[in-house]
C-alpha cells in the first residue's frame, strides 16, 4: 500500500511490500485477514502486529541518522542561499526565481523517488539540497520585509509541532488507523485543491486571489495546513513504527527521512505564511 505526503503519493511500509514484512502467508491465503495489505492492520489472530527476525532490518537509529542527514542537508544549503543569495528589494524577481526553479528541480527529483522501487539516497539528498534553496531564500525575504523574528517563530514553531504531534502518538493520544488515514487523505485533497485554484485566480487576476493566503482566511487556513501536516507528521511516525515492527530492510530509514523531511517542509511554510500574516502581510 501507498501512503501519502501533501505533496505526493510514496511508498508505506506494508506487509506485500515486496514480502519483506513476513506476514503469514497462510493467513493472506486464507483471506483471515481482510486488510492484509494495509500497514496499520493487525494480526488478527493475535491483535498484535507480527514481528518477525531479520538480519539488515530497519532500526529507529537507522531513521534518526538519516533524517538528521536529510535535514541537515537541507538547512546547510537554505543558509547557503540566504546567505549567497541576498534578497534585493529592487529586484525581487531575479530572488524570486531562483527560489522557484530550486522548488521545480526539488519536485522533480521528488517525484522520481516517488516512483522508484527502491530508495535512492543521492536522489533524496539532492531533494533535500534544492529544496533548501528554496526555503533559505523565500526566508531570507521573509527576513527582509518582515524581520528575522518571522523566521525564529516559523523555525519554533515547527519545532513545536513536531515535537507535540510525538509526544501524542507516543502517549497514545493519536490512533492512527483506516479511518484516520482516510479522513486526512480527503482533507489534505481538499486543502490542495482550494490553494491551486487560489494560485490561478492570482495568476490570472491578480492581487491574493480568492484571499484565502492572507488576512483572516489565510490564518483560518494557515492554521488547517499545521493542523494537516501535524496529521502527516502522525502518519509518518506510524510508517516508521510498522517498518521496523516488520522488519523492513534498512534502506527503507531513506524514505523514512524522506517522509518526515517533506512533511516538516510543509509545515515550516505554513508557519512561515501565518507569522508574516501575524506581523502586518496585506
Known amino acids: 500500500m501507498r501512503s501519502s505526503n501533501p505533496v505526493f503519493s510514496r511508498r508505506g511500509f506494508s506487509r506485500d511490500n515486496g514480502g519483506y514484512a513476513g506476514f503469514d ?19 488478527p ?21 538519516r533524517t538528521a542527514m536529510t535535514l541537515g542537508t537541507l538547512i546547510v544549503t537554505a ?38 522501487q527502491k530508495a535512492a539516497p543521492g536522489l533524496i539528498l539532492a531533494y533535500a539540497a534544492f529544496e533548501g534553496v528554496f526555503l533559505g531564500v523565500i526566508s531570507a525575504a521573509t527576513s527582509t520585509y518582515f524581520g528575522a523574528g518571522v523566521v525564529i517563530q516559523a523555525v519554533l514553531g515547527t519545532m513545536c509541532v513536531f515535537a507535540a504531534v510525538l509526544l501524542a502518538y507516543k502517549m497514545g493520544w493519536i490512533r492512527v488507523n483506516r479511518r484516520f488515514f482516510g479522513f486526512v487523505m480527503a482533507a489534505a485533497l481538499g486543502f490542495m485543491l482550494l490553494m491551486l485554484a487560489n494560485t490561478l485566480f492570482a495568476v490570472f487576476g491578480g492581487g491574493d486571489g480568492l484571499g484565502f493566503r492572507s ?14 501536516g501535524a496529521c502527516f507528521l502522525a502518519l509518518d511516525f506510524k510508517q516508521v513504527e510498522d517498518g521496523v515492527t516488520y522488519g523492513a530492510p534498512r ?30 502581510d496585506d
Open 215 to 228: 488576512g483572516g482566511l489565510g490564518l483560518l487556513f494557515g492554521a488547517i495546513g499545521v493542523i494537516l
Open 251 to 280: 534502506e527503507e530509514a531513506w524514505l523514512a527521512a524522506f517522509g518526515l523531511t517533506m512533511t516538516l517542509v510543509w509545515i515550516y511554510i505554513e508557519m512561515l505564511r501565518i507569522f508574516q500574516i501575524l506581523s502586518g
Open 45 to 65: 489472530a493475535t491483535g498484535m502486529p507480527q514481528a518477525p527476525a531479520r538480519t539488515n532490518a530497519m532500526t529507529i537509529d537507522d531513521v534518526v541518522s
Open 79 to 116: 543558509t547557503l542561499s540566504w546567505v549567497l543569495l541576498p534578497v534585493d528589494p529592487a529586484n525581487l524577481t531575479k530572488s524570486y526565481a531562483i527560489g522557484i526553479g530550486a522548488a521545480l528541480v526539488a519536485f522533480v527529483f521528488a517525484i522520481i523517488q516517488s516512483f522508484k
Open 25 to 43: 502467508a497462510q493467513h493472506q491465503q486464507a483471506g483471515t485477514n481482510p486488510y492484509a495489505t494495509n500497514p496499520y492492520a493487525m494480526d
